[in-house]
């Protein structure tokens, strides 16, 4: 995974299980790396990954069972929730973006249909 | 903990460090950057007591580095091995003056590295030098690694087996690591503490994160931007 | 857990030996080389064709290693692996200690060869040898009685060679502080260190020579052999504590001075 280096690490590291358990890649109960090797797959500073490790355990997304590892526990609730943050968090910076290149409520929500409908046709065309 | 206070260093005319004040955190690896005669080899030597500050204090846990040097791990960025030993035969040698060697982690960091003990010091690449003098650092499992451009000259791989060893190695919250560079990019995703030198001038020092997290820029860039004004 | 001062030492002085390594072959091998050439053409006047060779062996193995210590200590600069000896968690005494034991024992080594080698092949000589010395001297004594002296004057050379390496570190060392012209200066230094230390010592043997209980001229003593006997033994303190002084010296410098 390439980190954005000029977004802290340690957010992008929760930002990134977050989206796994949102796809339903992690589900409740599934075992993810420990901490070391985290941050030697990602060839990041252990230090690093200890504090996103630690965030995501206060926001109970994650907990870890003493000599076990650590173990996704996020709720339906919590998921839902995350899900509506993270949307939440793309489309104002999608709004944001497409007002800073000068385009109106309306054309935005034009493109958006169309950037929907293009999506769909790519799918059938596979 | 290494503290710097108030250290003033030259060489005949060169100022090298000009009156630094500098903490490099316990248990954390800290990037020392900055562009070339910054002072940074020149701190790293100061904490290893290969120089003497002309003023100031140089201190490792409250005590004077020569009588630390036990605590330490140092990689310069010359070739400081003798060229007649093999592998095998430096490693005897360092391993007998540190209580702190570990022979398990040697026999394990040989094969990860593509290093043979019985290869001659003087006679193999650069980047294989770099890699002998990394496994003999971290065969140790030292308080304090100083390591001073470890990646220059070095080709794509071997920094990403020297990177990987760092990581594999790292004892954090009791190990502290200083990697000396002027190539950021190289450790950007590595450090945790970053200090920026100029000639001989502390620019900036801080938490790695926080600094990308209030200036939304990596710390390459923040260093472009921190030079521009300083000129 | 440190590791022990004898590991610590071993690990140095095994190090310093290793790099005297060629040295020590070159006088062995020349010994041997000596010895066999004798075995090949022996006959009566074996004896007399090995004299100058082994004299000249002789003396290269006792200079050899004052010429080394140049090395042992120089190297470290050129090689860079001073980075690695400063950096280790020893005192600067162990350093130059270790430097000072692989030397001398590269004379004991060396001497003991050739010494070895003239004896094989000199001994059944040796009463010979032992009878016209009395001739020309005019006394009566046997050859057990040379002994004392010939170790005492052994022994005098190891002093005189201690005294050397200790003179070659501290002006090396002193070269060391200067950026340029460090060749100079440790020329100027070593000379400069023989002449104080030889001053030093013409103080101390006339002190010697005016203190009653060394009355080297006096009534007391029977032969010339017991009387250099003395000389020697006085001149081998002196020169033993000199070279100690100038190695604390030079130790002092190592610790205090030097830097990268």
């Known amino acids: 995974m390439e980190f954005d280096l000029a977004r802290p690490i340690y957010q992008q590291i929760i930002d990134h299980y977050k989206k796994m358990m949102i796809r339903g890649e992690l589900r409740q109960g599934d075992k993810i790396l420990s901490q070391r090797e985290y941050a030697e797959k990602e060839k990041t500073n252990p230090n690093t990954v200890q504090r996103a490790y630690r965030e995501m355990e206060s926001m109970k997304l994650v907990e870890t069972v003493r000599g076990q590892g650590t173990f996704v526990c996020i709720s339906p609730e919590q998921l839902t929730m995350i899900r509506h943050e993270m949307a939440g968090a793309v489309m104002e910076s999608c709004v944001v973006e497409m007002k800073a290149l000068g385009f109106t409520d309306g054309e935005i929500r034009e493109r958006l249909d169309g950037a929907l409908q293009a999506k769909k046709e790519a799918v059938n065309d596979d | ?231 | 857990m440190p590791t022990s001062n004898w590991q610590r030492f071993s690990a140095l002085y095994g190090k310093e030996m290793r790099e005297l390594r060629p040295e020590i072959i070159i006088v062995v091998a020349m010994a041997v080389l000596i010895c066999l050439t004798m075995y090949a053409k022996s006959g009566t006047d074996a004896r007399d064709l090995l004299i100058v060779p082994i004299f000249l062996l002789m003396g290269l193995a006792g200079f050899l290693p004052f010429v080394a210590s140049f090395k042992l200590l120089g190297r470290e600069w050129s090689t860079n692996t001073i980075y690695l000896i400063m950096s280790l968690p020893v005192r600067g005494g162990m350093i130059l200690g270790t430097k000072l034991a692989a030397l001398i024992s590269q004379y004991l080594l060396g001497t003991l060869v050739v010494i070895a080698a003239a004896l094989f092949w000199v001994h059944p000589h040796l009463p010979e040898i032992v009878n016209s010395l009395n001739a020309m001297t005019g006394s009566q004594t046997k050859l057990v009685q040379f002994i004392p002296g010939i170790a005492m004057a052994y022994l005098l050379s190891l002093t005189w060679l201690f005294y050397l390496i200790s003179v070659s570190f501290l002006s090396q060392l002193i070269g060391k502080l200067f950026t340029r012209f460090n060749g100079v200066i440790t020329l100027i230094v070593f000379l400069a260190t023989l002449a104080f230390a030889g001053w030093l010592m013409d103080l101390s043997r006339s002190f010697c020579q005016f203190s009653s209980s060394f009355n080297i001229l006096g009534p007391g003593l029977q032969s010339s052999l017991q009387q250099a006997m003395v000389f020697m033994g006085v001149n081998s303190a002196i020169y033993f504590v000199v070279a100690a002084l100038i190695m604390v010296v030079s130790i002092l410098v190592y610790r205090y001075r030097i830097e990268l």
């Open chain 2, 1 to 231: 903990m290494i503290e710097f206070k108030g250290v003033a260093k030259s060489f005949g005319r060169t100022v090298a460090l000009d009156g630094v004040d500098i903490t490099f955190a316990t248990g954390k690896i800290t990037g020392l950057f900055g562009p070339n005669g910054a002072g940074k080899s020149t701190s790293l030597k100061l904490i290893t007591g290969l120089n003497r500050p002309d003023r100031g204090e140089v201190m490792i846990d409250g005590k004077d580095p020569l009588d630390s040097k036990v605590e330490v791990a140092y990689l310069p960025e010359i070739d400081h091995l003798y060229p007649w030993m093999n592998i095998r035969q430096a490693a005897s040698f360092v391993s007998s003056f540190y209580g702190d060697w570990d022979e398990k982690r040697y026999h394990e960091l040989l094969p990860f590295l593509n290093l043979d003990e019985e290869m001659k010091l003087g006679k193999i690449s650069k980047g294989q030098r770099a890699k002998t003098k990394l496994l003999l650092c971290t065969s140790r499992r030292s308080k304090y690694l100083l390591l001073d451009e470890p990646l220059s000259g070095i080709d794509i791989l071997t920094r990403e087996q020297i990177i990987q060893t760092l990581i594999r190695d790292f004892r954090e919250g009791e190990q502290s690591i200083i990697i000396s560079t002027h190539e950021i990019a190289e450790v950007e995703g590595l450090v945790d503490e970053v200090v920026f030198l100029d000639r001989g001038r502390v620019r900036l020092q801080g938490d790695a994160e926080q600094l990308r997290e209030e200036r939304g820029m990596s710390l390459v860039d923040i260093m472009k931007e921190a030079f521009r004004y300083a000129n």
